[in-house]
């Protein structure tokens, strides 16, 4: 079977999408787009006698022939780009957030229904070894029905702020609210247990310091409290904390798994902890079983643990026929992201549980169709939220001078690299 011919959107963060092209025996890059012209130069170095088209406009760049098409441009920018595209005939591989809006929501629901294309969420921390071996054996009844569970990502980003922002005012990263990047957290939780989250109550922290000097106009972290379609709950927390943490864990009626902390220096999350034992609900003597799970092809050490391998792995087995392809589909990949976007709407409201729509249902998205709330101007009409419950800060546009000027520097210093960020295009 001929390789999966793929397009990438956003040379920064794509750069893993693109290095998992050349080295798989399944699918190749034909194709990337970028606005930045530095970013377009160091591909081309890096491509030469690869046939790979560039381009700096997405117009062009989608007529390219190719099969599909990965989205790694602005996080809160996915959704046109994924709906466009699957319109002309392309598959989808979107990398997070999946949309902004609940208009968003329903128009990208409905055009994976109406052109019958692949949609891949690229929730990739559901790929992670200790988690994805937690999918594996919730299934198997290891512990029982699901009772609660703890999804961390916290990510102190100002130390690279200048190279994800570049300095500008409205980027998505200064003008996101609280809970709005939350499907690394919560995500993993509800891949492990296949249920649908129904109510949400949000906390956010007040403004800091460190985000306020680098321009970032939301609280400092956000936590979403969910109840889940069996009465299970989720607690996730994520946001810029100092120290960062990946971690997760999952109680049921049988015991509990979860994978090795960080700062144990224990394997951290190729390292999965199971503690459980044959009965619900009568307690026995604990046994505890510690191992790191075998995986199935090799990762080749790719980043985030390795989960930016599996999860375009399985796009483009999907894509291939392979009905085995563990994708995250568009239902799913709503059911990790709209929790965080009604634990904001919980906070506004002051702390009220919110219901979470079924968007599968036809019905609910009639009541959502043009709902454009969000905290970006140019998206959300009349419906424009502030950025925290207390209002959008007033930032003086000098920080985001010394901001530019910092990342100008990183790049005359030649301090700039690829990394797996979600910098976009």
Known sequence: MKKVRIGVLGGHRGTTMIEYCKKADNAEVVAICDKLPETLEAHRQKSEGMNIALYDNFDDFIQHDMDAVVLANYANEHAPFAIKAMKLGKHVFSEVLPVQTM????????????????????????????PYEMKRLYAEGKIGEFEYG???????????????????????????????????????????????????????????????????????????????????????????????SVWYCVYGSKGRMECAREDAEAGHTHQIYVNCDEFSGQYREKHIE??????????????????????MYNFVEKIRGNG?????????????????????????????????????ERAVREQWRDDTACTDPKVAGDM??????????????????????????????????????????
């Not at 000098?398 to 960020?421: C, L, N, P, T």
């Open 290 to 311: 510690s191992y790191r799970p075998v995986r199935e092809p090799d990762d080749r050490d790719f980043g985030h643990g390795g989960s930016d391998f599996y999860s």
């Open 150 to 244: 703890e999804g961390e990502y916290i990510h102190n980003c100002e130390p690279i702020w200048p190279k994800i922002t570049y300095g500008e005012r409205n980027h998505w990263r200064n003008t996101m609210y609280s809970t709005f990047y939350c499907t690394h957290s919560i995500g993993p939780i509800i891949h492990i247990t296949g249920l649908r989250p129904v109510s949400v109550t949000g906390f956010e922290s007040t403004m800091n310091e460190r985000m306020l000097r680098v321009g970032g106009q939301k609280g400092q972290f956000g936590i979403e409290m969910i109840t889940l379609e069996n009465g299970g709950i989720i607690k996730s927390i994520h946001g810029d904390l100092y120290r960062d």
């Open 103 to 130: 208009k968003e929501a329903v128009e990208l629901i409905e055009a994976v229904e109406e052109t019958g294309k692949i949609y891949a969420y690229g929730e990739n921390y559901c790929y992670m070894a200790a």
């Open 324 to 360: 085995q392809a563990d994708i995250i589909d568009v239902y799913e990949a709503m059911d990790m992201f709209l929790p965080g976007m009604f634990a904001y709407r919980s906070i506004l409201k002051g702390g009220i549980p919110m219901e979470i729509p079924n968007l599968r």
């Open 384 to 425: 424009l939220l502030p950025t925290c419950a207390s209002g959008t800060p007033d930032i003086d546009d000098g920080v985001y001078e010394v901001v530019k000027e910092k990342w100008e520097k990183m790049k005359v210093d030649g301090k700039i690299h690829f990394v797996a960020s979600k910098a976009g295009v």
